[in-house]
T-cell receptor, first 112, second 115 residues
Framework: SQQGEEDPQALSIQEGENATMNCSYK?????LQWYRQNSGRGLVHLIL?????REKHSGRLRVTLDTSKKSSSLLITASRAADTASYFC????????????FGTGTRLQVTL | GAGVSQSPSNKVTEKGKDVELRCDPI?????LYWYRQSLGQGLEFLIY????????KSGLPSDRFSAERTGGSVSTLTIQRTQQEDSAVYLC?????????????FGPGTRLTVT
């Protein structure tokens, strides 16, 4: 299976703290994307990083990609209670242009 | 503007029955995807439609699953002779183009429960 794995599976932090989630994958990729899912339903696209990029920012989000280690991290700075959700990485693997392969997700809980 | 819509939002069916799940993609999006998410799990790719090209069915778990997309817009996922292991949330997504550099927009999903 090409499915990625995320670490940690669950993370609980206080509002204002930073949250870091990691994603590992198995085969070479074209790009890697992060999604957020609230209440077990619809996913929202957060950020996309291409295989030739190493770091990308979007607001309070910072994504890094290390293709030599086949891993990525998502950092959420100054977390808010509204950031409570599940976060998934998804990869587009080389030669599979039509598919996103999702990781197992990290459940983030931000408390007041 | 309107996002991806799916119906029904919830479906409870008896084992052995057939079910149809519907997806209305965002207008103008040529690519449409179906995924399945079992409880507490990530998403599992099922099928992909792009324009008039033959769909990529490589993720369908068995021949009881089929999908079609009429007129390049609405899609229906059909599960025949449902089994309890088919219970999951079925998510549909659409994107503007074929390249997966375009982000996918997800619908709210259909929660299927097979009793």
């Amino acid at each position: 299976s090409q499915q990625g794995e995320e670490d940690p599976q669950a993370l609980s932090i206080q509002e204002g703290e930073n949250a870091t989630m990691n994603c590992s994958y198995k085969t070479s990729i074209n790009n890697l994307q992060w999604y957020r899912q609230n209440s077990g339903r619809g996913l929202v696209h957060l950020i996309l990083i291409r295989s030739n990029e190493r770091e990308k920012h979007s607001g309070r989000l910072r994504v890094t990609l290390d293709t030599s280690k086949k891993s990525s991290s998502l950092l959420i700075t100054a977390s808010r209670a509204a950031d409570t959700a599940s976060y998934f990485c998804a990869t587009v693997h080389t030669g599979t242009a039509s598919k996103l392969t999702f990781g197992t997700g990290t459940r983030l809980q931000v408390t007041l | 503007g309107a996002g991806v819509s799916q119906s029904p939002s919830n479906k409870v069916t008896e084992k052995g029955k057939d079910v149809e799940l519907r997806c209305d993609p965002i207008s103008g999006h040529t690519a449409l995807y179906w995924y399945r998410q079992s409880l507490g799990q990530g998403l599992e790719f099922l099928i992909y439609f792009q324009g008039n090209s033959a769909p990529d069915k490589s993720g369908l778990p068995s021949d009881r699953f089929s999908a079609e997309r009429t007129g390049g817009s609405v899609s229906t996922l059909t599960i025949q002779r449902t089994q309890q292991e088919d219970s999951a949330v079925y998510l549909c997504a659409s994107s503007f183009g074929q390249s997966l550099l375009y982000e996918q927009y997800f619908g709210p999903g259909t929660r299927l429960t097979v009793t």
